[in-house]
């Protein structure tokens, strides 16, 4: 696969092109002047989360590590795909907020503009980082940002419809002995699996742990090994052990479909933790399970707060401490429990996670085994690939294609996307 080149700054001649003009990147916090504004007035924040408005525990948690640097914390929320589009156009006009909160895949196109500064020019430690977390932010080799926690996904199960179906849950560790399941379910009259096969980033979120879990990899879309987890998907359409509503199915028909009692099994993350606990029937959680056996990677979600390149290089400094407030093992915690559990990206908030919440174990097991969408190097190539692979799947399990046709085509676009 060819790789779109890519021209790396640094974050001194970033600075450079600023003064004269190239880049002209500063912070709305800034009074326009030539004196620094640093160590005081305010830092301008941006999130994905706006439903979350000034009065919620998360918006207190902002300001709350402004007040800790000595400064007031202007936050603005926009939703997931405005926030890319506006932190892109904020850097052309030169208002880059000082903070960015922003979805894992999105970095590498923040880091691919050069808007962004590096982990470590921005003299942030990132030791304790669990590697593959971190990941989901490195572009030829530089972290261009922190994850402030991941979720995942995993198995929820209806115990009561495996009861009924002499189906130990214990027993699922492997493609196989899931598809048994799913026979012996139906068989007894319920339903067996549901997912999100939509054709948008939700179904290719959803597609990746069996795509990876198979062994194929994302630079070579046809090969036997996603061809085969494309077959698997498609078999359990085809003998009934998953409903054609999966075609296009958003992650939250998913929990609605598993949330009537109806379903063995519904692929969902870690966000419906709560949602799981007050379902009518009681719930656990298996591991989605690689084809040969063990635990099958899953892709990461969740946000990387990362610091725009500013013009005033002096603000760097207190930027560096709200960012290191937001990422202690105590924060990364705080984070988890008001995030529906964020599993903190380091073995020691992992750990101080599960000593307050030890059912969490599973999830924190999902995130230690999961992967970046972007990793691997694919950085800005990943949007176009995904495309091809969600293409794929609608193609498939419609009946438009052979699996084998349809992951053909989807490697011949996704070359073509990339190159």
Partial sequence: MHTTPRT???????????????????????????ESTAGSGTYTWWDPYPQHDESSDWAGRVQACGEEAGVTIERTAYDTTALTNQALLSAQEGTSPDVILIDNPAVSTLADT?????????????????QNLLDAGVVDGEAYGI??????????????????????????????SLTAALKKVTDAGSKGITFAGIGTEEGSFQFLPWFWGSGAELTDLDSPEAVEALELWKGWLDEGYAPNTVINNSQNTVWEEFLTGDFAFAENGTWQVNSAAEAEFETGIVQLPAKDGGVAPAPTGGEFIVAPVQEDTARYDVTRQIVECMTTPEGFVETANTFAYYVPPTAEGQEQLLSENED????????????????????????????????????????????????????????????
């Fill in 114 to 130: 050069g808007i962004l500064t590096t982990v470590d020019e921005f003299g942030v430690d990132t030791s304790s980082i669990d």
């Fill in 8 to 34: 790396r700054r640094t974050l001194a001649a970033l600075t450079a092109l600023a003064a004269t003009g190239g880049l002209a990147a500063c912070s709305s916090g800034g009074d326009g002047g030539s």
């Fill in 360 to 419: 969490l174990e599973p999830w924190v097991e999902a995130v230690q085994n999961a992967k970046g969408r972007t990793s691997d190097g694919l950085g800005t190539d990943y949007p176009g690939i995904s495309e091809a692979l969600w293409t794929a799947v609608q193609n498939a399990l419609s009946g438009a294609a052979t699996p084998a046709e349809a992951l053909e085509a989807a490697q011949a676009d996704a070359e073509a996307a990339t190159s």
């Fill in 147 to 176: 994850p402030i926690g991941a979720n995942t996904l995993s198995l929820y199960y209806n115990a009561d419809v495996l009861k009924k179906a002499k189906v130990d849950p214990a027993s699922i560790t492997d493609w196989d």
